[in-house]
């Protein structure tokens, strides 16, 4: 995957070399050219520009990035100003960093819908979201264990925990299932809200859609996820 970070902050940079360790190619991207220095033989290129600036960003390989994510983080004008730009040009996926709750309803506003909270998640937790596929989320317990929530695969579905053998194939544990459902409001409105189911039995059916929620190592977890996509 190739991906463009744009802001090498404290995050921006944790990001960068997280993704960069597991295999992808990272341009990072600041204003600041003492950030972009210590940060040029840790990712694969660095690029020094002001990203409010048009004609600089264009000179970006947008066209062939994957995902651009902002990770301004001290300047929210900039930062809304980058997300907008990017936006505007059709980026394939961006994702943008929440500042506060205003600034997160602007972003919203903008049309970003996928949004970074550093202030509640850790740069770790996004490497995986982001390269692991299926990956809803992620609680790391420590640096070799953690429980992830993953979207059911197509080749599970129908089959019970039993069948699937989740701890005897796989070696990791289906600590409970989390269910999409819709629910109406007081005054009508319907949304989607989680519905955490008991802790599964042996002949529990897996259905479309079902998040099911894992603990396991994180060698196990990602030979899960992968070996499930083929």
């Keep these: 995957m190739k991906y463009i970070i744009v802001g090498l902050g404290v995050f921006g ?14 341009i990072g991207v600041d204003s600041k050219m003492q950030r972009v220095n210590e940060l040029k033989d840790k990712i694969t290129h660095v690029v020094c520009l002001d990203v409010k600036d048009a004609s600089a960003v264009e000179t970006l390989p947008l066209r062939n990035t994957d995902v651009v994510i902002i990770c301004i983080g001290e300047d929210q004008g900039a930062n809304i100003m980058a997300t907008a730009m990017f936006k505007n040009m ?15 309803n602007v972003l919203q506003a903008i049309g970003v819908n996928e949004i970074v909270r550093p202030e509640e998640e850790t740069a770790e937790r996004w490497a995986k979201k982001l390269t ?14 953690s429980i992830v929530e ?7 579905i129908g089959r019970s925990i039993e069948e699937v053998g989740f701890r005897k194939e796989y070696n990791i544990l289906v600590l ?9 409001s007081i005054i009508g409105k319907t949304r989607i809200v989680a519905d955490v189911q008991d ?9 479309k859609d079902d ?5 396991g190592s ?12 083929r």
């Excluded at 940079?13 to 990272?26: D, H, I, P, R, T």
């Excluded at 299932?177 to 109406?184: A, C, H, L, P, S």
């Excluded at 998040?211 to 603990?215: G, H, P």
């Design 218 to 229: 994180n060698k196990n977890i990602k030979q899960f996820i992968g070996k499930s996509k």
């Design 211 to 215: 998040i099911l929620v894992i603990y």
């Design 150 to 156: 993953v979207i059911v695969p197509d080749i599970f």
């Design 176 to 184: 409970t299932i989390v269910k999409n459902v819709e629910e109406q």
């Design 199 to 207: 802790i599964p039995k042996p002949d529990t059916v897996l259905e």
């Design 132 to 145: 692991l596929r299926g990956m809803v989320d992620s609680f790391e317990l420590n640096k070799n264990y």
């Design 13 to 26: 940079s944790s990001l960068a070399e997280k993704l960069v360790a597991q295999g992808n190619e990272v």
């Design 90 to 104: 059709n980026v394939k996926r961006l994702i943008g960093r929440s500042l506060n709750p205003l600034h997160e």
